[in-house]
C-alpha cells in the first residue's frame, strides 16, 4: 500500500467515529507515523555514498585509492585507516582496506573490512568478489563459492565480479 492510500484509509478510520475528538498534535503524529516520516532528527555516524564522486571528497580516501592503483599496499593502509577515523560507515572504505590488506597478505585484517563493508551495504557487489578472492587465498573455495552465489543474486552472473570471482574459483579448482 503506497503512503496516500495509508494517509486516506487513516483519514477515513479516524472519520468513522464522529464522537471521536482527536486534537490537531494527535493528527500530526498520526500522519507522520502513517507516513513513515520522522519526527526529529537522528543523530547517526557520517554514511558516505558508495559513489566514486562522495568518496573523492575525503582526501585519505582518494590517496588510499591512488595508491591501491599504484599497488603500494602499505601507503594505501596508511591513508585508508587516517580516512576510517572520519568515514566508519563507508562500505567501499572498508572495502578498499581489506583489498589492500588481503595484497599483503594480512588476511585476519581483510577479513575484518570486507565484513565489515557487507555490514554496512550487504549488496556491495565489490565486497563479495573481494571477500571471495580472500576465500580462496585462505584455501577455502566452499565460502568463496557462497559469496559467488550472493553476486548473482545481487547483479547476474553476467556482471563482472560474478565473471572475476566465477573464473577465480575455477581457477583454483584446477590446481586441487
Given amino acids: 500500500m503506497n503512503k496516500q492510500a ?7 478510520s479516524l472519520n468513522m467515529n464522529k464522537s471521536m475528538r482527536i486534537s490537531a498534535p494527535a493528527l500530526v503524529l ?23 564522486a562522495a568518496n ?7 590517496a588510499g585509492k591512488k595508491a591501491v592503483q599504484r599497488k603500494d599496499w602499505k601507503g594505501a593502509v596508511e591513508s585508508l585507516n587516517k580516512a576510517l577515523t572520519r568515514l566508519p560507515e563507508n562500505a567501499d572504505l572498508h572495502n578498499l582496506l581489506g583489498y589492500a590488506y588481503r595484497h599483503l597478505n594480512d588476511l585476519d585484517n581483510s577479513f575484518t573490512h570486507y565484513r565489515e563493508a557487507l555490514r554496512i551495504d ?11 578472492q580472500a576465500y ?7 565460502k568463496a563459492a557462497e559469496h559467488l ?4 543474486k545481487i547483479c547476474g552472473s553476467r556482471c563482472e565480479e560474478y565473471r572475476d570471482l566465477a573464473k577465480a574459483i575455477a581457477n583454483f579448482n584446477k590446481q586441487k
Avoid: C, W
Avoid at 550487504?122 to 571471495?132: D, F, R, T, V
Avoid at 552465489?149 to 548473482?152: H, N, R
Fill in 6 to 12: 495509508m494517509n486516506n484509509k487513516l483519514i477515513r
Fill in 56 to 62: 573523492q571528497e575525503d582526501a585519505d580516501f582518494a
Fill in 122 to 132: 550487504p549488496k556491495h557487489s565489490g565486497a563479495h568478489e573481494y571477500i571471495g
Fill in 136 to 142: 580462496l587465498k585462505a584455501g577455502q573455495p566452499d
Fill in 30 to 52: 498520526a500522519l507522520t507515523l502513517a507516513i513513515g516520516m520522522p519526527m526529529a532528527p537522528t543523530v547517526h555516524a557520517r554514511v558516505m555514498e558508495t559513489t566514486p
Fill in 149 to 152: 552465489a550472493e553476486l548473482e
